[in-house]
């Protein structure tokens, strides 16, 4: 039960194609900002611990989990979002989902 008030919804709010403001939220996590990447669906193992939440409103504590093949270093997940990975700021990026995943795999 508490793991489930611990988990904060994760919003990406835009106003469409006209440029207004977009909101996405970032994780702390052992002093690494963590940013959200699609990925399709993940394959989430055990749990790392609790991260922070912030972006989009209140900053929030939430539970995270390794990714499959993944080292909590480099990625997390959130049992929430299946097919979102939050991939350590600078890493694997511009790749698309397709390539994404076996980058974070060779980190």
Same mark, same amino acid.
């Given at each position: 039960?508490?793991?489930?008030? #611990? +988990?904060?919804? !994760?919003?990406?709010?835009?106003?469409?194609? $006209? *440029?207004?403001?977009?909101? &996405?939220?970032?994780? /702390?996590?052992?002093?690494?900002?963590?940013?959200?990447?699609?990925?399709?669906? #993940? +394959?989430?193992? !055990?749990?790392?611990?609790?991260?922070?939440? $912030? *972006?989009?409103?209140?900053? &929030?504590?939430?539970? /995270?989990?390794?990714?499959?093949?993944?080292?909590?270093?480099?990625?997390?997940? #959130?049992?929430?979002?299946?097919?979102?990975?939050?991939?350590?700021?600078?890493?694997?990026?511009?790749?698309?989902?397709?390539? /994404?995943?076996?980058?974070?795999?060779?980190?």
């Amino acid at each position: 039960m508490i793991g489930a008030v #611990l +988990v904060a919804p !994760v919003v990406i709010l835009d106003s469409g194609s $006209s *440029g207004g403001p977009r909101c &996405s939220t970032t994780i /702390l996590y052992k002093g690494n900002r963590y940013e959200p990447r699609p990925t399709g669906r #993940l +394959v989430e193992a !055990v749990a790392v611990g609790v991260g922070v939440a $912030s *972006g989009c409103g209140t900053p &929030s504590n939430v539970d /995270l989990r390794t990714i499959a093949g993944v080292r909590p270093a480099v990625a997390v997940a #959130l049992g929430s979002e299946p097919a979102t990975a939050y991939v350590r700021r600078g890493l694997c990026a511009g790749l698309t989902r397709a390539k /994404l995943l076996t980058c974070l795999r060779g980190l």
